[in-house]
């Protein structure tokens, strides 16, 4: 493994092992210019930093030559915090255009994302070079222990926002860098130094929590185990800023001798992430751990009560306060049940190569599955109930009906083709190859798709329930099925959540086809709630419901469980007879 600096003698720290780095080739003399502190900072002041790529890529490319050339501890460390205020800025504005970018990424935003991690993994290796040159002489002085805290800490934070970018775009994690984490933790909990605080001027998330290597682990420990391939968009970091709070409620316990099966465990001598052992796959660790999260989850159900009281006492208010509070709920209980386990799968799966035509979405779904009709809600509506209209305000109710109406007219839904790599009951396993960055498609996305070389088509929904990338632009996702077939309907809030808007485009599942035999309703998200009062319009005649059970919520489409009612009276929704 190359040093930094020369190596008095490798044998002081007999007791502790040395953490496997991954480190460049150093140059043997002196480099030329040498830098300086001050050099350096003339260096930056000269870049043009209005320019992020520009700037990007000339920072790289000093950075490497720094990595690549010998420099003592003290002095590299000093150049490596230096860096450190113009690394934040640049990697805020890279990960927020990376982030608004759609999944797979475009051309211009995949060459952002390898800008970003390019930089995460130089600003790591060098505080990296540190740790080893470090790590393999004895700190005589106090200030050297010091300087292999800082080093431990911030190689380990620039690895984890590594993983942290990679996880919000669905990327493949960084090679190496879970394994290196591993390591950097190990020697820095043997050191003594896991726990110690460390002053940082440049938290990448700024929490009120004590800076230490223990919070940096634990916390992206508990992010993998949250799945972050199955989280939807951006919640990865929603997660990685609440993960903070109880990074230390997280613990490690040596698993020699200890059956890991149904637990969440971890093998630091390999770059694999923490995962929960499931009777179904093999496990064997060199250096395993098994992790407890039980006082973690213990927090989070205490937040999760909390919210849902607040909820239930408030269903009835829709202001933007509460739809926010609903979506930090759905969050919640989407990591209370990702922190379960992973369960056995019910069904066979079976291999198959089949071409597939989906379509994405609540509104596309809508229309394939109505065959492409019109939706006109509003004059259906006016329809069904001309009679009751006066006939002096017909013309004036049918031209506002015409106008509402209007809003879904002129939009077009494209199916695209992807293939099948296996299938069961519940869900498939889909590729994309070929013109990926067209797709657009989201975890928790709604989708409607069928076997086009099977006619008549039979639409089924599902959700998308993981999706990971690459750096090639391919993708693979999953889908979890809802439904064997639905009915195009439209709904429209009279009471509770939700009241007062218009029409929108819904699906009612019948019992029959519902695989888990529940008759529901696919709603938009963030719309309307538990005890929402609405009408239902299958455009030839009009029914009232109640929602009262919450099936699945994601960031667009919700799914509820209702009960038939009466018409309400005095709902307000015959605005016709205004």
Same mark, same amino acid.
């Given at each position: 493994?190359?040093?930094?600096?020369?190596?008095?003698?490798?044998?002081?720290?007999?007791?502790?092992?040395?953490?496997?780095?991954?480190?460049?080739?150093?140059?043997?003399?002196?480099?030329?210019?040498?830098?300086?502190?001050?050099?350096?900072?003339?260096?930056?002041?000269?870049?043009?930093?209005?320019?992020?790529?520009?700037?990007?890529?000339?920072?790289?490319?000093?950075?490497?030559?720094?990595?690549?050339?010998?420099?003592?501890?003290?002095?590299?460390?000093?150049?490596?915090?230096?860096?450190?205020?113009?690394?934040?800025?640049?990697?805020?504005?890279?990960?927020?255009?990376?982030?608004?970018?759609?999944?797979?990424?475009?051309?211009?935003?995949?060459?952002?994302?390898?800008?970003?991690?390019?930089?995460?993994?130089?600003?790591?290796?060098?505080?990296?070079?540190?740790?080893?040159?470090?790590?393999?002489?004895?700190?005589?002085?106090?200030?050297?222990?010091?300087?292999?805290?800082?080093?431990?800490?911030?190689?380990?934070?620039?690895?984890?926002?590594?993983?942290?970018?990679?996880?919000?775009?669905?990327?493949?994690?960084?090679?190496?860098?879970?394994?290196?984490?591993?390591?950097?933790?190990?020697?820095?909990?043997?050191?003594?130094?896991?726990?110690?605080?460390?002053?940082?001027?440049?938290?990448?998330?700024?929490?009120?929590?004590?800076?230490?290597?223990?919070?940096?682990?634990?916390?992206?420990?508990?992010?993998?185990?949250?799945?972050?391939?199955?989280?939807?968009?951006?919640? #990865?970091?929603?997660?990685?800023?609440?993960?903070?709070?109880?990074?230390?409620?997280?613990?490690?316990?040596?698993?020699?001798?200890?059956?890991?099966?149904?637990?969440?465990?971890?093998?630091?001598?390999?770059?694999?992430?923490?995962?929960?052992?499931?009777?179904?796959?093999?496990?064997?660790?060199?250096?395993?751990?098994?992790?407890?999260?039980?006082?973690?989850?213990?927090?989070?159900?205490?937040?999760?009560?909390?919210?849902?009281?607040?909820?239930?006492?408030?269903?009835?208010?829709?202001?933007?306060?509460?739809?926010?509070?609903?979506?930090?709920?759905?969050?919640?209980?989407?990591?209370?049940?990702?922190?379960?386990?992973?369960?056995?799968?019910?069904?066979?799966?079976?291999?198959?190569?089949?071409?597939?035509?989906?379509?994405?979405?609540?509104?596309?779904?809508?229309?394939?599955?109505?065959?492409?009709?019109?939706?006109?809600?509003?004059?259906?509506?006016?329809?069904?109930?001309?009679?009751?209209?006066?006939?002096?305000?017909?013309?004036?109710?049918?031209?506002?009906?015409?106008?509402?109406?209007?809003?879904?007219?002129?939009?077009?839904?494209?199916?695209?083709?992807?293939?099948?790599?296996?299938?069961?009951?519940?869900?498939?396993?889909?590729?994309?190859?070929?013109?990926?960055?067209?797709?657009?498609?989201?975890?928790?996305?709604?989708?409607?798709?069928?076997?086009?070389?099977? #006619?008549?088509?039979?639409?089924?929904?599902?959700?998308?329930?993981?999706?990971?990338?690459?750096?090639?632009?391919?993708?693979?996702?999953?889908?979890?099925?809802?439904?064997?077939?639905?009915?195009?309907?439209?709904?429209?809030?009279?009471?509770?959540?939700?009241?007062?808007?218009?029409?929108?485009?819904?699906?009612?599942?019948?019992?029959?086809?519902?695989?888990?035999?529940?008759?529901?309703?696919?709603?938009?998200?963030?719309?309307?709630?538990?005890?929402?009062?609405?009408?239902?319009?299958?455009?030839?005649?009009?029914?009232?419901?109640?929602?009262?059970?919450?099936?699945?919520?994601?960031?667009?489409?919700?799914?509820?469980?209702?009960?038939?009612?009466?018409?309400?009276?005095?709902?307000?929704?015959?605005?016709?007879?205004?």
């Amino acid at each position: 493994m190359p040093a930094s600096e020369p190596i008095p003698d490798i044998n002081m720290h007999h007791s502790v092992s040395l953490p496997i780095l991954n480190l460049p080739m150093q140059a043997a003399c002196r480099p030329q210019p040498y830098m300086r502190v001050k050099r350096l900072k003339r260096w930056m002041s000269d870049l043009p930093t209005a320019d992020c790529q520009r700037t990007a890529v000339a920072f790289i490319e000093q950075l490497g030559k720094l990595n690549n050339a010998r420099y003592l501890s003290q002095e590299r460390a000093c150049l490596m915090d230096n860096l450190r205020p113009l690394v934040q800025q640049l990697i805020n504005t890279l990960s927020q255009q990376v982030r608004k970018s759609y999944v797979p990424l475009s051309p211009r935003a995949l060459e952002r994302y390898q800008l970003l991690q390019d930089i995460l993994a130089g600003m790591a290796t060098g505080y990296k070079l540190v740790v080893n040159a470090l790590a393999m002489t004895r700190p005589h002085r106090e200030h050297d222990e010091m300087l292999l805290r800082e080093a431990l800490y911030f190689s380990s934070q620039y690895l984890a926002r590594q993983l942290l970018e990679a996880y919000l775009v669905y990327m493949p994690e960084p090679k190496n860098c879970w394994l290196e984490l591993h390591q950097l933790f190990q020697y820095a909990t043997d050191m003594a130094m896991a726990t110690l605080t460390v002053d940082d001027p440049f938290p990448d998330i700024s929490v009120p929590i004590a800076n230490t290597v223990d919070l940096i682990y634990k916390r992206i420990v508990l992010l993998a185990l949250a799945e972050p391939y199955h989280l939807m968009k951006n919640e #990865a970091r929603e997660f990685y800023y609440l993960l903070s709070a109880w990074a230390s409620n997280c613990e490690l316990l040596p698993s020699v001798n200890i059956a890991c099966e149904g637990e969440f465990s971890l093998d630091a001598n390999t770059e694999k992430p923490p995962r929960f052992v499931s009777s179904e796959i093999k496990w064997a660790a060199e250096n395993g751990y098994i992790i407890d999260i039980r006082e973690a989850q213990k927090r989070l159900d205490v937040q999760l009560q909390r919210i849902l009281r607040a909820n239930l006492m408030e269903l009835e208010d829709s202001n933007h306060t509460l739809m926010q509070q609903r979506r930090q709920r759905d969050m919640l209980l989407r990591l209370a049940d990702a922190w379960q386990g992973v369960l056995k799968r019910n069904g066979e799966r079976h291999i198959s190569e089949a071409r597939i035509e989906l379509a994405t979405g609540l509104n596309a779904g809508h229309h394939y599955i109505s065959l492409g009709k019109a939706f006109s809600p509003e004059v259906d509506e006016l329809r069904i109930k001309s009679g009751e209209i006066e006939p002096t305000i017909f013309a004036a109710a049918y031209r506002s009906a015409l106008q509402k109406d209007r809003c879904h007219h002129n939009r077009a839904y494209e199916t695209n083709p992807w293939w099948q790599r296996n299938f069961s009951r519940n869900g498939a396993a889909l590729y994309c190859s070929l013109d990926c960055p067209k797709l657009h498609t989201a975890v928790g996305e709604l989708v409607t798709y069928c076997d086009p070389d099977n #006619a008549p088509l039979r639409w089924k929904i599902g959700v998308v329930r993981w999706l990971r990338a690459s750096l090639e632009n391919q993708l693979d996702l999953g889908i979890m099925n809802i439904a064997d077939s639905a009915v195009a309907v439209a709904s429209k809030a009279l009471a509770g959540c939700g009241g007062g808007t218009d029409y929108f485009r819904s699906l009612l599942v019948p019992k029959q086809v519902s695989l888990q035999q529940q008759r529901c309703l696919i709603l938009p998200a963030n719309i309307y709630d538990i005890n929402s009062v609405l009408a239902i319009s299958m455009k030839h005649r009009i029914f009232y419901v109640k929602l009262n059970k919450l099936l699945l919520s994601t960031q667009t489409f919700s799914q509820f469980e209702f009960e038939i009612i009466e018409k309400p009276p005095g709902n307000g929704e015959d605005v016709f007879m205004l």
